[in-house]
T-cell receptor
Framework: DVKVTQSSRYLVKRTGEKVFLECVQDMDHENMFWYRQDPGLGLRLIYFSYDVKMKEKGDIPEGYSVSREKKERFSLILESASTNQTSMYLC?????????????FGPGTRLTVT | AQKITQTQPGMFVQEKEAVTLDCTYDTSDPSYGLFWYKQPSSGEMIFLIY??????QNATEGRYSLNFQKARKSANLVISASQLGDSAMYFCAMRELFTPYSGAGSYQLTFGKGTKLSVIP
């Protein structure tokens, strides 16, 4: 089974703290994604990566950065957490193939910034 | 740009009955894929079913079927014989396929806002 894991299910941080959310996949997928999910807004893409050290901005990259030093690991960084970044964060991965369609998701990290 | 619209914020269905969750989409891409995901209260996103824009037949996976009407740009999910465990959020999503662009942006999924399904015993 494809497995995507995220470092924490629940996280509470203070405003201004630097926050790291880690995602690891064990299927050698080339592409990895970070989404943010808010009630009534669905999932919105923050950043994605198509290779080690390669990244592209998604729809809402402001206030976030990412790091991909190894193929299996994709980190989302909140440089200075703010209360409006309180949300559910979902990581996903998919193979680099036009014939493989679904994205596999991690369990999510519910982040609260106080 | 792609857009997914789910017009039903919440739905109720009696156990053992069928239910249809609506999804309409908008895209200028000639080739695209449509997905449905289920998200229980535990939070994980579970892939349910996929339909390619050039697939001749509607996709089916067990109790799930996708009612694909290309001309109307709709991709409704039909769940037959609802079970209590079907209570969850359901998201429709799409991505482009077979484009010249080889970057990961071509694998990006665009999601709708979701429909919360509640199954009543």
């Amino acid at each position: 089974d494809v497995k995507v894991t995220q470092s924490s299910r629940y996280l509470v941080k203070r405003t201004g703290e630097k926050v790291f959310l880690e995602c690891v996949q064990d299927m050698d997928h080339e592409n990895m994604f970070w989404y943010r999910q808010d009630p009534g807004l669905g999932l919105r893409l923050i950043y994605f990566s198509y290779d080690v050290k390669m990244k592209e901005k998604g729809d809402i990259p402001e206030g976030y950065s990412v790091s991909r030093e190894k193929k299996e690991r994709f980190s989302l960084i909140l440089e200075s957490a703010s209360t409006n970044q309180t949300s559910m964060y979902l990581c996903a991965s998919t193979r680099d193939s036009k014939l493989t369609y679904e994205q596999y998701f991690g369990p999510g990290t519910r982040l609260t910034v106080t | 740009a792609q857009k997914i619209t789910q017009t039903q914020p919440g739905m109720f269905v009696q156990e053992k009955e069928a239910v249809t969750l609506d999804c309409t989409y908008d895209t200028s891409d000639p080739s695209y894929g449509l997905f449905w995901y289920k998200q229980p209260s535990s939070g994980e996103m579970i892939f349910l079913i996929y339909q390619g824009s050039y697939d001749q037949q509607n996709a089916t996976e067990g109790r799930y079927s996708l009612n694909f009407q290309k001309a109307r740009k709709s991709a409704n999910l039909v769940i037959s014989a609802s079970q209590l465990g079907d209570s969850a959020m359901y998201f429709c999503a799409m991505r482009e396929l077979f484009t010249p662009y080889s970057g990961a942006g071509s694998y990006q999924l665009t999601f709708g806002k979701g429909t919360k399904l509640s199954v009543i015993p």
